[in-house]
């Protein structure tokens, strides 16, 4: 059964990092993309980047390009989400999401909710001084 767990969220100040960590089990990442999403109170779901495990290709939308980067250890089947130079905009759930289809790269570029069937249970990032 294929399952995502994230962990690393927490209660950062303004200007500060953290990692946060999606760990797959039931599957192995060369087959799906991970999407990492996230939502704020009172609004929709967002997504934030997207790495293509196959290609190695990752995308970010523009809220985060700059401040956040996508990485991958294998050994661990777990991909990461490290977030600098947080703002309090930032503050949010954060998801990861697995999503497969034809065309991975293109699918990955757009970074859209409904190409992304399973999701992990979430993780809180809180940005405040």
């Known amino acids: 059964q294929l399952q995502l767990v994230e962990s690393g969220g927490g209660l950062v100040q303004p200007g500060g990092s953290l990692r946060l960590s999606c760990t797959a089990s039931?599957?192995?990442?060369?087959?799906?993309?991970i999407g990492w999403f996230r939502q704020a109170p009172g609004k929709e779901r967002e997504g934030v980047s997207c790495?293509?495990?196959?290609?190695?290709?990752?995308y970010y939308t523009g809220p985060v390009k700059g401040r956040f980067t996508t990485s991958r250890d294998n050994a661990k089947n777990t991909v990461y989400l490290q977030m600098n130079s947080l703002r309090p905009e930032d503050t949010a759930v954060y998801y990861c999401?697995?999503?497969?289809?034809?065309?991975?790269?293109?699918?990955?570029?757009?970074?859209?909710?409904?190409?992304?069937?399973?999701w992990g249970q979430g993780t809180q990032v809180t940005v405040s001084s």
């Open positions: 999401a697995a999503g497969r289809g034809s065309n991975m790269d293109r699918m990955c570029s757009y970074i859209l909710l409904s190409d992304f069937g399973d």
């Open positions: 039931g599957f192995t990442l060369d087959s799906y993309v």
């Open positions: 790495f293509n495990s196959r290609t190695g290709n990752t």
